[in-house]
């Protein structure tokens, strides 16, 4: 044979080898890809809230007495000075030696009630202004001591009431203009003091009430700014952080696990007219901004993953994967600042598997 027909029959050897080897090499790997970018990057963190309006008034009964049938409903408006209900007094009882001297025991016992309430609202209001209480705890002592005032005078009215029906009458004022949130004793009927009877306020004054972790309300600070999304008007709302409550509370969550939540009390700082439908207790959700920045290199959180100790992502390159470390900054929900390690427009695999390696060919499926 000669060398000419050898030379051929090596070379069409070759040729159906490398056929073969191109046939069966391994097809590549199907993955999707995301582009390094430079844009605005915000870290948030968002929970459940509820609206509220700011000053609520609950008008309840100074003393013990009865109450007309309440003519005003949800919704109706009330002005400042305007009178609400006039309490009526029930008709007296007889006073024998034995009711007098039931009536003085109450007496005392309110009196020491009364200032024991008066006692504890002082230090209250003392641990308030050092910030070691909440304002809801003030609240509660404030409304403490007003009952127990209440209780005292009608046992004073009580031990010394004559024998014959009372004509006086109790006016009940509105304290602010307003609406009306809440009726509670709407029928004519007897009230014992401090019985809430109806709750003002002014709708167009709200703010967001939102409970979340104390591992998180370390997070936040006072004048934060925060987004309220999906409470049904189509736009987010602009609001600002005013205060964190300094005292926790336990609540159990849906898994019966006990967590200790902070309250956060956020302004609405969007204009009124574009919030004009919210009112008082409706669901928003708040998302407040820890850190944000306008121009800012990041990568798509599914495309960065651990690697030995620190962070890699996996860079298309001529058709391969390149295992390439890199050094994150800031994490989005969605994106990852990018210290070190990518550019912008390169193309990073996102959810790589583990079946990719550096090295191994790739291709970007449809």
């Known amino acids: 044979m000669s060398f000419r027909k050898k030379l051929g029959l090596l070379l069409l050897a070759a040729a159906i080898i490398g056929l073969l ?8 790997v199907a993955v999707s890809a995301a582009e390094v970018i430079r844009a605005p990057l915000q870290v948030t963190l968002a929970y459940e809230g509820r609206t509220r309006v700011k000053d609520r008034f609950v008008i309840g009964a100074p003393v013990t007495g009865y109450a007309p049938r309440l003519m005003l409903e949800e919704g109706d408006a009330v002005r400042a000075g305007e009178v609400l209900l006039q309490l009526q007094p ?3 009882g007889l006073l024998d030696p034995r009711n007098l001297q039931q009536a003085q025991a109450r007496v005392a016992e309110a009196r020491s009630a009364h200032e024991f309430a008066r006692s504890e ?6 641990l308030f202004q050092s910030g070691n209480v909440s304002e809801s705890q003030l609240n509660e002592a404030e409304s403490i001591a007003a009952q127990a005032r209440a209780r005292l005078s009608a046992a ?4 010394s009431r004559p024998d014959s029906d009372a004509t006086d009458q109790v006016p009940l004022i509105a304290p602010a203009n307003g609406r009306v949130l809440e009726v509670a004793h709407k029928s004519a009927g007897a009230v014992a003091p401090g019985e809430p009877i109806l709750t003002i306020g002014d709708p167009e004054r709200l703010e ?24 049904g008007g189509g736009i987010d709302l602009e609001g600002r952080v005013r205060t964190i409550e300094p005292a926790a509370f336990t609540e159990v969550s849906a898994l019966g696990v006990e967590e200790q939540r902070v309250w956060v009390i956020a302004d609405i700082t969007s204009p009124a007219s574009e919030w004009r439908r919210l009112g ?15 121009d800012v290199l990041q990568a798509p959180a599914s495309a960065v993953f651990r690697h030995n100790e620190g962070w890699a992502a996996f860079v298309m390159s001529e058709g391969r994967a390149q295992l390439r470390r890199v050094q994150i900054g800031r994490r989005g929900e969605l994106a990852v600042q990018v210290l070190d390690g990518l550019s912008a427009g390169e193309r990073v695999l996102t959810h790589p598997d583990s079946d990719i390696e550096d090295g191994t060919r790739v291709a ?3």
């Open 21 to 28: 080897l191109f046939a069966f090499r391994p097809k590549p």
């Open 90 to 92: 029930q008709p007296p």
């Open 121 to 126: 609202l002082a230090r209250i209001r003392t």
């Open 156 to 159: 004073l009215a009580a031990a």
């Open 208 to 231: 967001a009430a939102v409970d979340v972790l104390s591992s998180d309300a370390v997070r936040l600070a006072a004048g934060m700014p925060v987004l309220f999304e999906r409470w």
């Open 280 to 294: 008082d207790g409706y669901r928003v959700e708040a998302r407040f901004i820890l850190w944000q920045d306008d």
């Open 364 to 366: 970007v499926r449809e």
